[in-house]
């Protein structure tokens, strides 16, 4: 596979459910993000990930647990969330810095009833 | 002042007219002025961006012009096509800030045939 994967593609989960995202990139990089995309309202970064160290953390909210084993994965554990929280999630990457071109994933189309 | 405003929301073109997509920011050090296209189903994949040093920037059909002191920049579609019909989103980012992209709303573009 080229670029950047995720899986699941859909996910619907109820508020007491525990899941996770999952991004993959094949690209090399070594920066990686979690972006929130909502319907009407502009992509929100939520995490940055340099070289597998958490760099931003955008005042996410501590039901996102975000994990970065290796340079190449990318992981969003979920917990107890909110229907609020209904989005698609995106990951991207970078080759370093959030002004290198970013390369998105296709997202997870999160359902929370 | 973090905020990058994008307008319109929507935009309807017939085929072979110019669409353009305004962005505004209020953050004089932003530094990096991209525009992102994302197809349904797809995550946004770089399009074409500017830095301030120069006003305009072709790549084809799609030209960014930039207004450093307005503090605007925006995109044009020549020669719009049906398969140009996507959501455009303008960010803006500066490298001394941390390189975090700011996005703009997002305009729904349709181009009718």
């Known amino acids: 596979e080229t670029g950047v994967t995720q899986t699941p593609r859909h996910l619907v989960m109820g508020m007491t459910n525990k899941k996770s995202l999952k991004c993959e990139q094949h690209?090399?990089?070594?920066?990686m993000y979690w972006y929130k995309q909502s319907a009407k309202k502009p992509l929100e970064l939520m995490f940055v990930y340099n070289f597998k160290e958490q760099t931003e953390n955008n005042s996410v909210p501590s039901r996102f647990s975000p994990e970065c084993p290796n340079s190449s994965h990318l992981f969003l554990h979920l917990h107890t969330l909110q229907p609020e929280d209904s989005a698609l999630y995106l990951c991207?990457?970078?080759?370093?810095?959030?002004?290198?071109?970013?390369?998105f994933g296709p997202g997870t189309r999160l359902t929370v009833l | 002042q973090q905020q990058v405003k994008q307008s319109p929301q929507s935009l309807i073109v017939q085929k072979g007219g110019i669409s353009i997509i305004n962005c505004a920011y209020e953050?004089?050090?932003?530094?990096?002025f991209p525009w992102y296209q994302q197809f349904p189903g797809k995550g946004p994949a770089l399009l074409i961006a500017?830095?301030?040093?120069?006003s305009e920037k072709k790549e084809g059909r799609f030209t960014i012009s930039f207004n450093k002191s307005a503090k605007q920049f925006s995109l044009h579609i020549m020669d719009s096509q049906p398969g140009d019909s996507a959501t455009y989103f303008c960010?803006?980012?500066?490298?001394?800030?941390?390189?975090?992209?700011?996005f703009g709303q997002g305009t729904e573009l349709s181009v009718k045939p």
């Open positions: 953050n004089t050090a932003f530094d990096y």
């Open positions: 690209l090399g990089h070594n920066a």
């Open positions: 991207a990457s970078s080759l370093m810095t959030a002004t290198d071109t970013q390369y």
């Open positions: 500017i830095r301030p040093d120069v």
């Open positions: 960010a803006a980012s500066s490298d001394n800030q941390g390189g975090k992209l700011i």
